[in-house]
């Protein structure tokens, strides 16, 4: 199964934006793109979805470029509450030509005061 | 609006016995997913319910693991007998339809933490 790939970690001052991108070359055409904040012992907590362009929402932007080979998730003048594990989720087309929604790799956020 | 249930939180079994996972989905969800996290790693899709029907168990290994959703509601989910390996977060998650779209979130639940010793 092709893997959706995120950066292992990022470390960030609090205050300022940060940006995290997932790769995803076998997007399967109509599906969303969605993002999820998961802290220790918790599940997954939905973050902001989109399908192409730029969504806004309260708490994050998503970046979508036209191919859609990748998104990135904009969290501006994040604070210590937002050290966290970030994931993507898409639909992704298999090797054999079926779609599975699939995880990116995650992203270790640290906040550093 | 409840968010999904699982239980139990927490179970700590012998290699080869056998465990199982309960999962209330929100109401009104007609697709039901259960995850496997291992530590460190991403979600990894098991079994996939539209209302009480199987549409997607390729990544659950039959041979151990089972899964369902009787009355296209509350899902049960079974291993038997349990490997070391099997130790993981699973986590039960939930959407109006088959997704993800617009207007159409997958909720997760807080999960439940397996450890086999």
């Known amino acids: 199964l092709a893997k959706t790939t995120q950066p292992i970690s990022m470390d960030s001052y609090e205050g300022q934006e940060v940006n995290i991108t997932c790769s995803h070359n076998n997007i399967a055409t109509n599906d969303y793109i969605t993002w999820y904040q998961q802290f220790p012992s918790q599940g997954p907590r939905f973050i902001i979805q989109?399908?192409?362009t730029k969504v806004t929402n309260e708490v994050a932007s998503l970046f979508i470029p036209a191919d859609r080979k990748s998104s990135t998730l904009s969290l501006p003048r994040v604070s210590l509450s937002d050290t966290a594990v970030y994931y993507c989720?898409?639909?992704?087309?298999?090797?054999?030509?079926?779609?599975?929604?699939?995880f990116g790799t995650g992203t270790r956020l640290t906040i550093i005061p | 609006e409840a968010g999904v249930a699982q239980s139990p939180r927490y179970k700590i079994i012998e290699k080869r016995q056998s465990v199982a996972f309960w999962c209330n989905p929100i109401?009104?969800?007609?697709?039901l997913y259960w995850y496997q996290q291992i530590l460190g790693q991403g979600p990894k899709l098991l079994i996939q319910f539209q209302n009480n029907g199987v549409v997607d168990d390729s990544q659950l290994p039959k041979d151990r693991f089972s899964a369902e959703r009787l009355k296209g509601v509350d899902s049960t989910l079974k291993i038997q007998p349990a490997k070391l390996e099997d130790s993981a977060v699973y986590l039960c998650?939930?959407?109006?339809?088959?997704?993800?779209?617009?207007?159409?979130?997958?909720?997760f639940g807080e999960g439940s933490w397996l450890t086999v010793v």
């Open positions: 989109g399908y192409k």
């Open positions: 109401s009104g969800h007609a697709t």
């Open positions: 998650a939930s959407s109006l339809e088959p997704g993800p779209g617009p207007g159409n979130t997958i909720y």
């Open positions: 989720l898409v639909g992704i087309i298999s090797n054999f030509g079926n779609e599975k929604l699939t």
